[in-house]
C-alpha cells in the first residue's frame, strides 16, 4: 500500500514530553505497518490507545479500533473495546470484536503481570487469517540497563503505586519474546533490535520536555551504533502459523 509516512517533526508536533521522544518510534512502526496493510479498507487494531493510533490512521486513511482498560466508546475514528488483558488467561474476547489485518501491540507487553503466552494467544485470537501482528517493546538486555547492574543498581524501575499506571512488571529479551510465540502458535516474520526514541527529550515528567539538545544528539549516535542485542526496542512482526 503506497502511504505518505509523515516525518519526525510532524509527528512530534509541539515537541512537548512523550510524544517528542517516541516520535521517531513512531514513524518506524508507521513504516513497518506499511509493508502489510494493502488497502485502506484494512482492519487496524491498537492495543492500548496512544497517539499512535491517529497516525495510523491519518497515514494509511482506515479506522483504527484500540482495545484497553478505557470504557467502552465508538466515534468515526474507530471503536475502542473494554478489556484488561491481565484478565486475558482463558478468558473471551470482547464481544463484536472483528479480525484484523494489523494489530499493533506496541510498548504494552511489559506493563501487564500475566504471561505473554496468554497474552499472545488471545490477540493471536484477533487475527485474520492473513493477518500480522506488530509487537514493540524495551530490550531488558540492553546495553545501559547491563551497565547499570555492573554497578549495581537496579536498572527496572519500582513497580508504581497507581494501579492505573504501575510501570513495567517484566521487560523481555528477543529470544524470550521468539519463545513466546512459539508457545502461542506465531511465527516471526522479521525481527528489528534498533534505538528508536530521541534521547533529546528523555527528561519528559508530566508531559514537559526538559530538553538536552547536546548531550542527548550525543546519545542518540552512540545509542544508534551499538550492536543489535545491545539496543534500547525490540519489534517483532508475527503472524499465525500455518
Given at each position: 500500500m503506497t502511504a505518505r509516512i509523515p516525518a519526525e517533526t510532524e509527528i512530534r508536533g509541539d515537541d512537548r514530553g512523550y510524544l517528542a521522544y517516541h516520535a521517531p518510534r513512531y514513524r518506524y512502526l508507521l513504516e513497518?505497518?506499511?509493508?502489510?496493510?494493502?488497502?485502506?479498507?484494512?482492519?487496524?487494531?491498537?492495543?492500548?490507545?496512544?497517539?499512535l493510533g491517529p497516525l495510523l490512521a491519518a497515514t494509511?486513511?482506515?479506522?483504527?479500533?484500540?482495545?484497553?482498560?478505557e470504557a467502552e466508546s465508538d466515534g468515526p475514528g474507530g471503536r475502542h473495546f473494554h478489556f484488561d488483558l491481565n484478565w486475558c488467561p482463558g478468558a473471551p474476547e470482547p464481544p463484536g470484536m472483528p479480525r484484523y489485518d494489523l494489530v499493533v501491540f506496541?510498548?504494552?507487553?511489559?506493563?501487564?503481570?500475566?504471561?505473554?503466552?496468554?497474552?499472545?494467544?488471545?490477540?493471536?485470537?484477533?487475527?485474520?487469517?492473513a493477518g500480522v501482528l506488530i509487537l514493540q517493546t524495551p530490550?531488558?538486555?540492553?546495553?545501559?540497563?547491563?551497565?547499570?547492574?555492573?554497578?549495581?543498581?537496579?536498572?527496572?524501575?519500582?513497580?508504581?503505586?497507581?494501579?492505573?499506571?504501575?510501570g513495567h512488571f517484566r521487560e523481555y529479551t528477543l529470544r524470550e519474546l521468539?519463545?513466546?510465540?512459539?508457545?502461542?502458535?506465531?511465527?516471526?516474520?522479521?525481527?528489528?533490535r534498533r534505538f528508536y526514541f530521541?534521547?533529546?527529550?528523555?527528561?519528559?515528567?508530566?508531559?514537559?520536555?526538559?530538553?538536552?539538545?547536546?548531550?542527548?544528539?550525543?546519545?542518540?549516535g552512540i545509542y544508534r551504533a551499538f550492536p543489535r542485542?545491545?539496543?534500547?526496542?525490540?519489534?517483532?512482526?508475527?503472524?499465525?502459523?500455518?
Open positions: 513497518v505497518a506499511s509493508r502489510y496493510l494493502s488497502s485502506s479498507n484494512a482492519r487496524v487494531l491498537e492495543v492500548g490507545p496512544s497517539p494509511f486513511g482506515c479506522r483504527v479500533d484500540s482495545l484497553g482498560l506496541a510498548e504494552v507487553i511489559e506493563h501487564l503481570h500475566t504471561s505473554p503466552v496468554h497474552t499472545l494467544a488471545f490477540v493471536r485470537g484477533l487475527l485474520a487469517d530490550n531488558a538486555a540492553s546495553l545501559p540497563k547491563r551497565l547499570k547492574l555492573l554497578a549495581g543498581r537496579n536498572p527496572y524501575e519500582l513497580i508504581r503505586p497507581d494501579g492505573g499506571n504501575p521468539e519463545t513466546y510465540a512459539r508457545q502461542a502458535r506465531l511465527e516471526v516474520v522479521e525481527v528489528a530521541d534521547a533529546r527529550f528523555a527528561h519528559h515528567e508530566e508531559g514537559v520536555p526538559r530538553p538536552q539538545p547536546f548531550v542527548g544528539a550525543v546519545k542518540n542485542f545491545l539496543r534500547e526496542g525490540i519489534t517483532v512482526v508475527l503472524r499465525k502459523e500455518p
